[in-house]
């Protein structure tokens, strides 16, 4: 099959968060199983240029329809640890790609809606007739709708569309513009509330919703988010739709590629290891310990890594480093907040706790620590208040770091408590699991994870390679993209 994904990130050469592993994830797996994949990106100025070899220009002068006008774009090509990706560089004076950030511009929606439509021209005028154009999130919403309206019509009509939501919180919701620069205009048919109408603002279009129309198939990340975003509020008002949809809806739980998340052969990590040599794993936090100066005691190391925003519980977040502390623990958090309030919050809690031999609060985005982390820590908290999936318990996991999560989304479909959990064996059993959002369900679980470390070392360490003996790669949610791919193909 040949298979386009069009999306705003590609790790390790644009990553805000999960979404860009996904993308690199599933390309890679597909790839090895003998299909072709290409990936249409923007080509933003703040990108990680030093991952992308043989950078060139592959198709100059592309005349993307804007606003009955036009914008002329460039687009790059290059490979991304073997993934073959296209950069569109649009030249116009709103910069849309040049701001120096992914996200967090006040035109998001029209940045990210020109994309929709360049990438589509690119497909167009470079006669690439995928089989399948697999697309994520609000930013590439557009796309089913200007294939289906428009592109349809001029010569793309065996392309069948598959959409994955990996956040419903950010729905890309805009106004009439984008119909009038995109060239939809129509404003009167997009606005129905069966296609783009936002579910609680009749007077702006919802991209995200116009993705779930219009796709053959949409899936979220994991098989509890899907039911969440169906049944429960997860879906940010677009529980309604995907009822509507949901013939053409499920979830499929994300993977990690094991390539870039193995402890066994990270370039990332000093000391290799696997369940067989546990042990090195040690050698590692040791080394975590020297690189953030912290203290050479017998104590276990509790870690934090993710965005620091309302989804991931901050509030949890910022509890679990005093509790780790007050229960004799050490603490590591690797974490970025857009948020300013939330951003000033855990700065002012890093000069805090600056000369604290125990803890480290490091702000930032930082891939290569992010490694070291996971291969140095005993305990990872994963406190979300919402989470579609999740990789970072999953990469816990793989580095024989033990999960506490709050059991939502597919932390449930991946985390299974030690203690309590009904469907598992205890050989089978991982983690560590609360519900509730409150400091106490937290500390009950930290309790019972720091607990176990000190006082039962053995029993530890067996929860730990039990987790390391989890397939979360790309293998089965990859067998399962593809059935659907069929699916959709052949319908
Ligand atoms: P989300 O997509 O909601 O941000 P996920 O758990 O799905 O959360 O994916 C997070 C990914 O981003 C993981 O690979 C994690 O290691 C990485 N990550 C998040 N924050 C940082 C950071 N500050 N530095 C390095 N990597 C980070």
Same mark, same amino acid.
């Given at each position: 099959?040949?298979?386009?994904?069009i999306?705003?990130?590609?790790?390790?050469? +644009?990553?805000?968060?999960?979404?860009?592993?996904?993308v690199?994830?599933?390309?890679?797996?597909?790839?090895?199983?003998?299909?072709?994949?290409? +990936?249409?990106?923007?080509?933003?100025?703040?990108?990680?240029? =030093?991952?992308?070899?043989?950078?060139?220009?592959?198709? /100059?002068?592309?005349?993307?329809?804007?606003?009955?006008?036009?914008?002329?774009?460039?687009?790059?090509?290059?490979?991304?640890?073997?993934?073959?990706?296209?950069?569109?560089d649009?030249?116009?004076?709103?910069?849309?790609f040049?701001?120096?950030?992914?996200?967090?511009?006040?035109?998001?929606?029209?940045?990210?809606?020109?994309?929709?439509?360049? @990438?589509?021209?690119?497909?167009?005028?470079?006669?690439k007739?995928?089989? +399948?154009?697999?697309?994520?999130?609000?930013?590439?919403?557009?796309?089913?709708?200007?294939?289906?309206?428009? %592109?349809?019509?001029?010569?793309?009509?065996?392309?069948?569309?598959?959409?994955?939501?990996?956040?419903?919180?950010?729905?890309?919701?805009?106004?009439?513009?984008?119909?009038?620069?995109?060239?939809?205009?129509?404003?009167?048919?997009?606005?129905?509330?069966?296609?783009?109408?936002?579910?609680?603002?009749?007077?702006?279009?919802?991209?995200?919703?116009?993705?779930?129309?219009?796709?053959?198939?949409?899936?979220?990340?994991?098989?509890?988010?899907?039911?969440? @975003?169906?049944?429960?509020?997860?879906?940010?008002? !677009?529980?309604?739709?995907?009822?509507?949809?949901?013939? /053409?809806?499920?979830?499929?739980?994300?993977?990690?590629? %094991?390539?870039?998340?193995?402890?066994?052969?990270?370039?990332?990590?000093?000391?290799?290891?696997?369940?067989?040599?546990?042990?090195?794993?040690? /050698?590692?936090?040791?080394?975590?310990?020297?690189?953030l100066? !912290?203290?050479?005691?017998?104590?276990?190391?509790?870690?934090?890594?993710?965005?620091?925003?309302?989804?991931?519980?901050?509030?949890?977040?910022?509890?679990? +480093?005093?509790?780790?502390l007050?229960?004799?623990?050490?603490?590591?958090?690797?974490?970025?907040?857009?948020?300013?309030?939330?951003?000033?919050?855990?700065?002012?809690?890093?000069?805090?706790?600056?000369?604290?031999?125990?803890?480290?609060?490091?702000?930032?985005?930082?891939?290569?620590?992010?490694?070291?982390?996971?291969?140095? @820590?005993?305990?990872?908290?994963?406190?979300?208040?919402?989470e579609?999936?999740?990789?970072?318990?999953?990469?816990?996991?793989?580095?024989?770091?033990v999960?506490?999560?709050?059991?939502?989304?597919?932390?449930?479909?991946?985390?299974?408590?030690? =203690?309590?959990?009904?469907?598992?064996?205890?050989?089978?059993?991982?983690?560590?699991?609360?519900?509730?959002?409150?400091?106490?369900?937290?500390?009950?679980?930290?309790?019972?994870?720091?607990?176990?470390?000190?006082?039962?070392?053995?029993?530890?360490?067996?929860?730990?390679?039990?987790?390391?003996?989890?397939d979360?790669?790309?293998?089965?949610?990859?067998?399962?993209?593809?059935?659907?791919?069929?699916?959709?193909?052949? /319908?």
């Amino acid at each position: 099959m040949y298979i386009v994904q069009i999306a705003s990130e590609c790790a390790p050469v +644009i990553k805000a968060g999960g979404l860009g592993d996904v993308v690199f994830g599933i390309s890679r797996e597909l790839e090895k199983r003998g299909h072709a994949v290409e +990936i249409v990106l923007p080509k933003y100025d703040c990108m990680r240029y =030093d991952h992308i070899w043989g950078l060139h220009e592959a198709y /100059k002068d592309l005349v993307v329809p804007w606003y009955g006008a036009a914008i002329y774009c460039d687009v790059y090509c290059g490979w991304v640890y073997g993934r073959l990706c296209f950069f569109i560089d649009p030249h116009s004076d709103d910069l849309f790609f040049n701001r120096g950030c992914y996200y967090g511009c006040e035109d998001d929606p029209m940045r990210f809606a020109f994309f929709s439509k360049a @990438a589509l021209e690119f497909l167009l005028r470079t006669n690439k007739r995928p089989d +399948i154009i697999h697309c994520h999130d609000w930013q590439t919403g557009l796309v089913p709708v200007m294939l289906f309206e428009v %592109y349809k019509y001029h010569g793309m009509e065996d392309q069948r569309v598959c959409y994955t939501i990996h956040n419903f919180k950010h729905q890309g919701i805009s106004g009439t513009d984008i119909l009038w620069a995109t060239g939809l205009n129509r404003e009167a048919y997009y606005f129905a509330s069966d296609r783009l109408c936002d579910p609680f603002n009749p007077f702006a279009l919802n991209m995200m919703k116009g993705g779930i129309v219009y796709s053959n198939f949409i899936t979220t990340v994991s098989p509890h988010h899907a039911w969440e @975003a169906h049944y429960g509020d997860c879906g940010y008002g !677009l529980g309604h739709t995907i009822h509507e949809h949901q013939h /053409k809806f499920g979830g499929v739980l994300n993977g990690i590629d %094991y390539e870039v998340w193995n402890p066994a052969s990270d370039r990332y990590i000093p000391h290799h290891f696997d369940a067989d040599t546990f042990e090195e794993k040690a /050698k590692n936090k040791k080394a975590l310990r020297e690189r953030l100066w !912290l203290a050479h005691d017998d104590k276990p190391l509790v870690a934090y890594v993710g965005r620091l925003d309302q989804q991931k519980g901050v509030h949890l977040v910022h509890h679990a +480093i005093y509790y780790a502390l007050h229960r004799n623990a050490q603490f590591v958090l690797l974490g970025s907040a857009t948020e300013k309030g939330i951003n000033n919050w855990f700065w002012h809690e890093k000069n805090h706790l600056n000369n604290n031999p125990d803890c480290h609060v490091e702000i930032g985005f930082n891939e290569e620590l992010s490694h070291l982390i996971y291969a140095g @820590a005993d305990i990872i908290i994963v406190p979300s208040n919402f989470e579609p999936c999740g990789l970072t318990q999953m990469i816990g996991l793989q580095y024989g770091t033990v999960p506490v999560v709050r059991g939502v989304g597919g932390l449930l479909n991946t985390v299974f408590d030690r =203690d309590y959990d009904n469907y598992h064996d205890p050989d089978k059993r991982n983690g560590y699991v609360f519900f509730q959002t409150d400091n106490t369900a937290l500390e009950s679980a930290m309790d019972r994870a720091i607990g176990l470390w000190y006082h039962y070392p053995k029993e530890f360490q067996k929860l730990a390679i039990q987790g390391m003996e989890y397939d979360y790669s790309w293998k089965n949610p990859g067998t399962q993209y593809l059935s659907i791919y069929e699916y959709i193909r052949h /319908k």
